[in-house]
């Protein structure tokens, strides 16, 4: 059962575009929903995270937008760079828990 | 050590063998998760264990699977009699306990079953 469903797969942006990347949960008990980095050949790595007491979180380039109603949560790189080229996972927790619920994945090329 | 390390990076292996795989968490780390990635189909959990506390079984997706912790710190999972569809990347990561969030992973098995 796919808990959490990530869109689109895979994605192409131009250097200093936008690139979006979206989420949609089922499950109303996750209460954290993080964002994971993932390079070739490595393992993910948290990029951010948000919980839904707050609708926007933003570090640097990339802001997490959350919306609780409808069970969203998205991830906007501003000014996307060619070394934003990786693969990107969202992820939720429920109650404290520690297990993470992943997405599918989005693959992300930024072109120049 | 200083991050989540994982033996081997690479793993072929002939169908119906069994093979392990390692994980070295960060110390003092006391949760330890493994997770498995396959094209197209995201990270998949697999098990979790947590300091002394019966571990958490309910990913493994058959009897083939399993996995121990000794002393609370190095992992090692065991695929019995593997198939292809076992080909995958095996991700573990570690935590602090009481940190739920903030995994983080190891570089991972590549298992290839021919």
């Known amino acids: 059962q796919q808990q959490v469903k990530q869109s689109p797969q895979s994605l192409i942006v131009q250097k200093g575009g936008i690139s979006i990347i979206n989420c949609a949960y089922e499950n109303t008990a996750f209460d954290y929903f993080p964002w994971y980095q993932q390079f070739p050949g490595k393992g993910p790595a948290l990029l951010i995270a948000?919980?839904?007491?707050?609708s926007e979180k933003k570090e640097g380039r990339f802001t997490i937008s959350f919306n609780k109603s409808a069970k969203q949560f998205s991830l906007h790189i501003m000014d996307s760079q060619p070394g934003d080229s990786a693969t990107y996972f969202c992820?939720?927790?429920?109650?404290?828990?520690?297990?993470?619920?992943f997405g599918t994945g989005t693959q992300l090329k930024v072109e120049l | 050590g200083a991050g989540v390390s994982q033996s081997p990076s690479n793993k072929v292996t002939e169908k119906g063998k069994d093979v392990e795989l390692r994980c070295d968490p960060i110390s003092g780390h006391t949760a330890l998760y493994w997770y498995r990635q396959s094209l197209g189909q995201g990270l998949e959990f697999l098990i979790y264990?947590?300091?002394?506390?019966?571990?958490?079984k309910s990913g493994l997706p058959s009897d083939r699977f399993s996995a121990e912790r000794t002393g609370g710190s190095v992992s090692t999972l065991t695929i019995q009699r593997t198939q292809q569809e076992d080909s995958a990347v095996y991700l573990c990561a570690s935590n602090r306990q009481g940190a739920p969030y903030g995994y983080t992973f190891g570089s991972g098995t590549r298992l290839t079953v021919v």
């Open positions: 992820a939720a927790n429920a109650g404290g828990g520690n297990k993470l619920t």
């Open positions: 948000i919980r839904p007491d707050v």
């Open positions: 264990f947590q300091g002394n506390s019966a571990p958490d």
